[in-house]
């Protein structure tokens, strides 16, 4: 028996405060029930504890800045001990996500039949690829990595930062200094690769959120899938991203005819990775954030309100997670005063004080709280924050969209297989 699907509008909901650190509210030998109202998630639940919990199954164990115990967060995740991990992240496929459209994906749904994958994990926030991926790959925190969104301020600069591809950005590891799992495993020994595109070899992004693995990589989807299994052979960690259902689901909706095609594909993919494993390879399958579907009738373009980007220099972030940044002559706390009173409850929003004391961020150096912007606004239900001054029709027009804090995005999968 699978996970219950909750509803539209509790699954639009904000999640509860997910804090870091190693404890656990489940105990992996029971049977899982989803809390809507738990207030404690997080810590071994966390996108940011999955590689720390791989390093000791595989006995290695890496400790991070946030997670001091790699055994305790195995145990809590449920990780089997195994010689070989493969930990495949698939770019937008939120748990829901998964739930929702399970009849197309026989292996997820074979695996969702398993109680210890009845519960969803959380990413960070905001809930958006750039800052979960740095989550993932050093397992520690935004505050921390200093990667807070998909554009934030360059504190060299002054200017705004895009972190995709690092446009008017530092170098990667210049903005991102905490060490990648991937690097410490190395320096102790132990296999560790990654397996993605050929055009992500030597990114920005990957820099800074994976640096030390071994890249591995084949033009075809189905030859990369072959080379992951292959490495099943040799104790160690694999790590394999998968980017097509965020890619589909921004183009089209994450619900869309188009979209369903793609994830019945990665579903095959990831049957194929399983067919081909070695005996006891441990298979961990998650996610760097989920999906909603944005409503064109709650979609605010900021420029159209001049009340709403009045003191404000710059805006970062995205359109579920906006960062502003306030002119120097400008008090942040009348944008605040300003902003509530527009949106009421459609928004929360926060001074960068209550956000890094709220612990969104986790951890925060001085390095991060440089970049961070001076109000922090989250979209609540259905709504998208855009500025037509400086995005361009499209990009405010996205079907399907993340990077708030509703269970739809923030919930994650942390799906287990033991060949």
Known sequence: MSAEIPSENDLLQFVGNVKYGDFSNSAVNENFSYDFNEKNLGGALHISSVLPA??????????????????????????????????????????????????????????????????????????????????????????????????QKNSQTGKLAQLIQFNDAPDPLVLQQEPTIFESLVSNGVRADSVGLPKFENTPLTKAAFRGANYITAGTPRARILKAANNSKTPGLTYMYLRDADKTGHNYGWDSQQWVSVFEQIDEQLRLLRANCAPGTLIVITADHGMIKSDPNKRIDIAKHDELIKGVSMVGGEPRSVMLYANSDANPEDIIYRWREYFGTNAIVRSKKQAIDDGIFGLVNNRAEDVIGDVIVQACGAYTIVDSRIQSDKAMSLPSVHGSMTHMEMDIPCLIDLV
């Not at 890496?62 to 195995?74: E, F, M």
């Not at 995740?77 to 496929?93: M, T």
């Not at 109680?115 to 926030?125: A, D, E, G, H, L």
């Not at 993932?136 to 969104?149: A, S, V």
């Open 54 to 151: 791989l390093s000791d199954a595989i006995d290695a164990p890496v400790k991070t800045a946030i997670h001091n115990d790699p055994h305790a967060l195995r145990e809590s995740l449920g990780f089997p001990k195994s010689n070989s991990a493969i930990v495949v992240l698939i770019d937008g496929l939120g748990y829901w996500n998964i739930l929702m459209r399970k009849g197309h994906a026989p292996y997820l749904r074979s695996l969702l039949n398993e109680s210890i994958n009845q519960r969803p994990i959380s990413t960070c926030v905001p809930s958006t690829t750039v800052a979960a991926m740095a989550t993932f790959g050093t397992g520690t925190c935004p505050g921390l990595t200093c990667m807070t969104g998909y554009t």
